[in-house]
């Protein structure tokens, strides 16, 4: 089992930044891959950024160049978004993916204003 927390969304003006971070808990020996996610009001969750366990990162064309994920501590992981637009807003979700299974946080809020 694997427990996730999310951390440090809040409201910033459109051009802004801000951090997220996630902290894993329990068998975090087990995690291989990390993502995170969003979901907007009315939409389906999405994918936007992924570390694996050997470091590969991938990102949404949407946040691409803007965003960087990493994963400092095995039970870390960060989420570095700059020049944020309003069609960032969003709840953002931390998932951590095993061998078997799929765990994931209870998400944070990033509202970013116009």
């Known amino acids: 089992q694997v427990q996730l927390v999310e951390s440090g969304g809040g409201l910033v003006q459109a051009g802004g930044s801000l951090s997220l971070s996630c902290v894993a808990s329990g068998d975090i020996f087990s995690i291989n891959a990390m993502s995170w996610y969003r979901q907007a009001p009315g939409t389906q969750r999405e994918l936007v950024a992924t570390?694996?366990?050997?470091?590969?990162t991938y990102y949404a064309d949407s946040v691409k160049g803007r965003f960087t994920i990493t994963r400092p501590l095995t039970d870390t992981l960060h989420l570095r978004m700059n020049s944020l637009k309003p069609e960032d807003t969003a709840v953002y979700y931390c998932?951590?993916?095993?061998?078997?299974?799929?765990?994931w946080g209870k998400g944070t809020q990033v509202t970013v204003s116009s």
């Open positions: 998932k951590a993916t095993t061998s078997s299974d799929t765990y």
């Open positions: 570390i694996t366990h050997g470091a590969s």
